[in-house]
């Protein structure tokens, strides 16, 4: 079985703050791991994926997120949060047969002026 | 245009009354899922559909049904809407095989079931 769990479902950061959005999955075999983004009022749009070519994933808007098998993780960053940034954050996992993508309960970010 | 489009986007109804939510694409993708969204629960698959001949039941499928008319349309039916349908639904599509596959969503209908 695949799911993965995002711990804490609303984060707040200020203005310019390094912005952590933790994810952990649990997957028999090596899964394919996903960000997405919902802005209010919107449908969710791809942040970023991992498919396994390299453990540190860039994705749009200055977000990144890096694979760690050792600690089944797969966290989203961004150095410096925006306004712009405030929306909520899924991830997302999938396997190699790509029948099914397996979302987490998402977490909010707000960002504080 | 948008690549999905849901129609309607918002929709209120009564219990018991037959409701049917609309997702057709230009991506000109074989894929098609229906997901539904609830507070704190995340996204939740419904059904989804690998080509017009292929329908599959996702984890919540009870109280729903599904057509897929065409590669470009799938649509969502709840014949006998209740109060715990109230949510957000989502189509999405997306292309091929294989686990890294990008899915592409509607904007969302929003369900009221009073």
């Known amino acids: 079985a695949q799911s993965v769990t995002q711990l804490g479902s609303h984060v707040s950061v200020s203005e310019g703050a390094l912005v952590l959005l933790r994810c952990n999955y649990s997957s028999s075999v090596p899964p394919y791991l996903f960000w997405y983004v919902q802005y209010p009022n919107q449908g969710l749009q791809l942040l970023l994926k991992?498919?396994?070519?390299?453990?540190l994933v860039k994705g749009i808007n200055g977000f990144e997120a890096e694979f760690k098998k050792s600690e089944t993780s797969f966290h989203l960053t961004k150095p410096s949060a925006h306004m712009s940034d405030a929306a909520e954050y899924f991830c997302a996992v999938s396997k190699n047969t790509g029948n099914q993508f397996y979302f987490g309960t998402g977490t909010s970010l707000t960002v504080i002026p | 245009d948008a690549d999905v489009t849901q129609t309607p986007r918002n929709r209120i109804t009564k219990t018991g009354k037959r409701i049917m939510l609309e997702c057709s694409q230009t991506?000109?993708?074989?894929?098609m899922y229906w997901y539904r969204q609830d507070p704190g629960l995340g996204l939740r698959l419904i059904y989804y559909s690998f080509d017009v001949k292929d329908i599959n039941k996702g984890e919540i499928s009870d109280g729903y049904s599904v057509s897929r008319q065409a590669q470009a349309k799938f649509s969502l039916s709840l014949e006998s809407a209740i109060p715990n349908q109230t949510a957000l639904y989502f189509c999405?599509?997306?292309?091929?095989?294989?686990?890294?596959?990008?899915?592409?969503f509607g904007a969302g209908s929003r369900l009221t079931v009073l």
């Open positions: 991506k000109g993708h074989d894929r």
């Open positions: 991992y498919t396994s070519a390299a453990t």
């Open positions: 999405a599509t997306s292309q091929g095989t294989g686990g890294a596959n990008v899915l592409t």
